[in-house]
Nanobody, 124 residues
Framework: EVQLVESGGGSVQTGGSLRLSCVAS????????IAWFRQVPGKEREGVAAIYIRGGHTYYADSVQGRFTISQDDAKNTVYLQMNNLQPEDTAVYYCAADRFSGSRWSVPAYKYWGPGTQVTVSS
């Protein structure tokens, strides 16, 4: 069983930055796609960034393109999400997901493992 733990969330003002970390209990190199999703109360969980670990290919939702960067550190079994120019609409609980076994990389059911989430709050 792979365990994922997110950290790095917090409260920032508009325009600020945060870096989220997702540490895996298993070698990330063997986990295929790893993605970051976010969710606000009453709304569906949405994918914001994904990385195909073995090729390093990255993918972003239109809403974060140019502001967020996903990256990996295989030696630390960690995937990061650097978030710059944060806006109030980025406020959400951010989740790390790993090991996509089927379906779209933006599909919640496509991922086998999930972390418990970390809260990001952006104030205006």
């Amino acid at each position: 069983e792979v365990q994922l733990v997110e950290s790095g969330g917090g409260s920032v003002q508009t325009g600020g930055s945060l870096r989220l970390s997702c540490v895996a209990s298993f070698q990330v190199y063997n986990l295929g796609d790893i993605a970051w999703f976010r969710q606000v109360p009453g709304k569906e969980r949405e994918g914001v960034a994904a990385i195909y670990i073995r090729g390093g290919h990255t993918y972003y939702a239109d809403s974060v393109q140019g502001r967020f960067t996903i990256s990996q550190d295989d030696a630390k079994n960690t995937v990061y999400l650097q978030m710059n120019n944060l806006q109030p609409e980025d406020t959400a609980v951010y989740y790390c997901a790993a090991d996509r076994f089927s379906g779209s990389r933006w599909s919640v059911p496509a991922y086998k493992y999930w972390g418990p989430g970390t809260q990001v709050t952006v104030s205006s």
